[in-house]
């Protein structure tokens, strides 16, 4: 048993490294810094998943020199509503917000700059992150409990 903590969230975790790991010769200390935890895997997993879609379908816009209000960009358009709502949806419920934020704008800006599309995406993790911050801190500022870094 190795106690370790995730290299995302900082929660502690306990690994317990197999016989043939340690008789092989490698050392557990190693695995320490690949540590993470199922929620922050998952999250980073699905975030990925999303994004490379977001990624696929701005390379079209940009390739395919669509008109904005054709067939086809009209179709992209929901496909962007559509991911950009569940993109929102894992980051700010990872982030613990306690309701889901989403505007339309996003997908938006995402059709009006699809070459920007890894800084639009980039700026709103961040954003969701700290407003998460923010509502934590100003809760527990109203309830009158310590807060919580």
């Not at 980073?44 to 086809?72: F, P």
Request: glycine share 4%; aromatic share 10%.
């Amino acid at each position: 048993m190795i106690d370790g903590k995730c290299r995302v969230c900082g929660i502690k975790l306990t690994v317990e490294a197999e016989d043939d790991y340690m008789a092989e010769g490698f050392d557990p200390m190693g695995l320490m810094k690949l540590l993470t935890c199922n929620r922050c895997y998952d999250y980073k997993t699905n975030r990925e998943n999303i994004e490379d879609k977001i990624k696929q379908c701005c390379i079209v816009l940009i390739q395919a020199q669509i008109q904005k209000g054709s067939e086809t960009w009209q179709r992209i358009r929901l496909i962007f509503i559509s991911l950009t709502r569940r993109y929102a949806e894992l980051v700010q419920r990872y982030n613990h917000y306690p309701t889901v934020l989403w505007d339309e704008d996003f997908s938006e800006l995402l059709m009006d700059k699809p070459h920007l599309w890894w800084k639009i995406m980039a700026n709103y993790r961040i954003h969701a992150r700290d407003n998460s911050r923010q509502h934590r801190r100003e809760s527990e500022k109203a309830l009158g409990q310590a807060p919580l870094v």
